[in-house]
């Protein structure tokens, strides 16, 4: 099936589409990572946990789901799979046993060392500075505050 060149102007163009790029680079940087996480035992989702914990230790479930945008359905499988490797522990609070601790373990923290080098090694493979990284991570982060705003 041979695709019809249309205007570039077409707002239904597959590539004028911001949501495409955001996807097809989700998907990039997903494989990207996922190479240099094997060698952690962490799925992309688990980094995340584990970066805001290594961030602060000690947090509930409901101010992780909050930093990463997950409900407590999506978070909790997570922080199961993550407990069982020894990588945190989960235990109730004492003021109010509704809300679970979420607290590294040795190995846990431990693993901050080996995961030092990922942000670089990205950084690399996307062949752009920290500076043009940061500010392109700005944009995105304005760019969903918008759209939180406007949903």
């Not at 695709?3 to 163009?13: C, F, N, R, S, V």
């Not at 597959?14 to 190479?35: E, G, H, V």
């Not at 989702?45 to 230790?57: F, H």
């Not at 923290?109 to 942000?119: K, V």
Request: glycine content about 8%.
């Amino acid at each position: 099936m041979k695709i019809k060149a249309k205007p570039q102007t077409d707002p239904l163009l597959l590539d004028n589409q911001l949501c495409f790029a955001l996807y097809a680079t989700s998907l990039a940087m997903n494989k990207a990572y996922r190479k240099l996480l094997g060698r952690l035992g962490l799925t992309y989702p688990q980094y995340l946990v584990m970066l805001v914990l290594w961030e602060g230790d000690g947090l509930t479930v409901t101010d992780i789901g909050e930093r990463l945008f997950l409900d407590s359905a999506t978070l909790t499988p997570l922080l199961k799979r993550l407990e069982a490797a020894g990588l945190l522990e989960r235990t109730r609070a004492r003021e109010d046993e509704r809300q679970v601790i979420v607290s590294l373990t040795r190995q846990g923290r431990e693993l901050r060392a080996q995961a030092e080098g990922i942000p670089s090694a990205i950084g690399a493979a996307a062949q752009c500075s920290a500076q043009q990284a940061q500010e392109l991570a700005r944009l995105l982060h304005d760019l969903r505050g918008r759209l939180a705003e406007n949903g």
